[in-house]
């Protein structure tokens, strides 16, 4: 009997072998390497929501393809300078810019322009632009951004990338510096979360119903709206939730941390609120300020994206000073009030104006701006929290608002969807490009190509529309003579595919010729 179960288990196992790599061989598994770069491994929920998100998109979009694919992303945060690591790009067969607002970040400068040197498939994965600067939406409104040559060699390193940006705002200043980008506006990645519903007993009591998830955070930096001089923001944040706390009995305060210096930031602002709670109650002989104390608990560890959405999904409203906590907030369908400290927080509000013809909407369609408040407009009046809030907790609004969410999610992810798919199917037609290039740190150089016909050659480095405009000494090549163009000018000469031209020769108000600066400035490009 034993030796008859061994034959037969022994059939089993042959008949199940062969039919196994019947199916490798008639349908072979395609696998595709991609390097993902990101501000990972931080412990930051808001950034490994996005990776979450993207990978799981790819994945799926790749395995509905016939045959399908099989996608590995590989994260990897650069150092700064970039150049301090090195990276061997032709391992992986694309790479991912992932969400934040990276799109133009100079440590990613490396590994975008080995990438593009060796032709691999760059897919940008809802990324947002950081101007560096205080801009607000008005003056994206009302006026272009300042001409900077540097800010058009950062967008143009993912101009032929496929995939989309965060928002409007982003996509405004991309189709300003790089007007022929493939880019689309596809939202940010962390809406796309999936909603766990299951509440957090082993950190929220039982007795907090309907409460207020709120957080906040700490930031400096020359884009950061507030300035905090005298722990401005700290101040007018801790009145607001004193007051919140006594103001609001029927909703408890639950404060979060999405990242380890938030969670410092945060827990200082807790004692200091229930030590002014303390004194308030000693001060008026009544109950009123230690209960609103008690409504108060604060989450003593960072949380993750999962356990981000469900502390989210089981509150009535959050609070949010970190951008993701919005998007994420956003993507569980729970109202929120973002605070915006960055340029990026602006990006996001209008992104959820966005309508299906990817444009900026001013029809009071979508999630209203004046739920997003800046920072440096807190500081001075703390108050603007509850006027938003109020307008979440109105019963008439919050209905509406919760379906205008779960409405905008559908349509991100719809746009998520045909971004990657669109990506995943550009893997597989594009087997049969030239050999890898060796890796570079430098800008990419431009394949070269013979001067047929007589059509006048471009420029090694192709510059934007506006630069013609503004620049219109610069003229094209006359491949076929190799002139110098145009030959009056004396300044120094810009070596081309074709031959040589010299650089324009500008005049700073008669005070200095600029044409040696322009010069060194295209010359480091080419």
């Not at 650069?78 to 991912?96: G, H, K, R, W």
């Not at 906040?216 to 884009?223: C, F, I, K």
């Not at 609103?292 to 356990?307: E, G, K, Y």
């Not at 094209?476 to 002139?483: A, G, L, V």
Request: aromatic share 10%.
């Amino acid at each position: 009997m034993l030796l008859l179960l061994l034959l037969f288990c022994s059939t089993i196992q042959s008949h199940a072998s062969s039919n196994d790599m019947s199916v490798f061989e008639s349908s072979p598994v395609i696998y595709k390497r991609g390097l993902y770069l990101g501000w990972v491994g931080k412990y930051n929920a808001g950034d490994d929501v996005v990776l979450h998100e993207i990978q799981q998109k790819l994945v799926i979009a790749a395995a509905s393809l016939d045959p399908p694919i099989s996608i590995s992303l590989y994260p990897f945060l650069p150092s700064f300078p970039c150049e301090q690591v090195a990276v061997d790009i032709t391992y992986y067969d694309f790479l991912v810019l992932g969400g934040g607002s990276i799109l133009t970040q100079d440590e990613y400068r490396c590994q975008l322009n080995a990438a593009r040197a060796a032709s691999l498939p760059i897919f940008v994965g809802g990324s947002g632009w950081d101007p560096r600067s205080k801009f607000k939406t008005s003056m994206m409104d009302k006026e272009m951004m300042p001409l900077d040559y540097a800010w058009f060699v950062r967008f143009q390193r993912t101009e032929s990338s496929l995939g989309g940006v965060r928002g409007p705002l982003t996509m405004r200043a991309l189709k300003q510096y790089a007007p022929d980008t493939k880019l689309k506006i596809i939202g940010d990645a962390g809406l796309l979360l999936s909603s766990d519903t299951t509440r957090l007993e082993e950190m929220i009591p039982a007795s907090f119903v309907d409460y207020l998830a709120i957080g906040y955070g700490d930031n400096e930096g020359a884009s950061i709206y507030h300035t905090n001089n005298n722990h401005a923001l700290d101040s007018a944040f801790a009145s607001f939730i004193c007051t919140a706390a006594l103001d609001y009995p029927l909703h408890p305060i639950v404060l979060y941390s999405m990242d380890g210096k938030s969670l410092s930031t945060l827990h200082k602002l807790y004692l200091f609120v229930i030590e002014t709670l303390k004194k308030e109650d000693q001060r008026t002989d009544d109950d009123a300020a230690a209960a609103a104390a008690n409504r108060i608990i604060f989450v003593p560890r960072v949380l993750d994206p999962n356990t981000c959405t469900r502390l989210f999904a089981h509150a009535k409203a959050t609070i949010n000073y970190k951008l993701h906590g919005s998007v994420m907030s956003a993507g569980v369908g729970t109202p929120f009030v973002a605070l915006a400290y960055h340029f990026k927080s602006l990006d996001f509000a209008a992104s959820l104006l966005t309508v299906e013809n990817g444009g900026l909407s001013r029809n009071g369609k979508g999630y209203p701006l004046n739920l997003t408040i800046a920072t440096d407009d807190l500081e001075s009046d703390y108050t603007l929290l509850f006027t938003a809030l109020d307008y979440v907790l109105d019963p008439q609004n919050y209905n509406v608002l919760k379906e205008t969410l779960k409405h905008l999610r559908g349509v991100v992810s719809e746009k998520w969807e045909i971004a990657t798919r669109e990506f995943v199917q550009h893997l597989t037609c594009c087997q049969e490009e030239e050999p890898a290039k060796e890796e570079t740190t430098d800008e990419v150089p431009v394949k070269k190509a013979p001067c047929e016909g007589k059509k006048p050659c471009q420029e090694q480095f192709q510059k934007p529309k506006m630069v013609q405009k503004l620049l219109p000494e610069i003229k094209e090549c006359d491949c076929k003579s190799n002139k110098i163009v145009p030959a009056k000018c004396g300044c120094e000469k810009l070596k081309t595919k074709c031959g040589c031209q010299t650089c324009p020769c500008l005049k700073a108000e008669g005070k200095r010729n600029l044409s040696l600066h322009l010069f060194l400035l295209f010359d480091s490009v080419v």
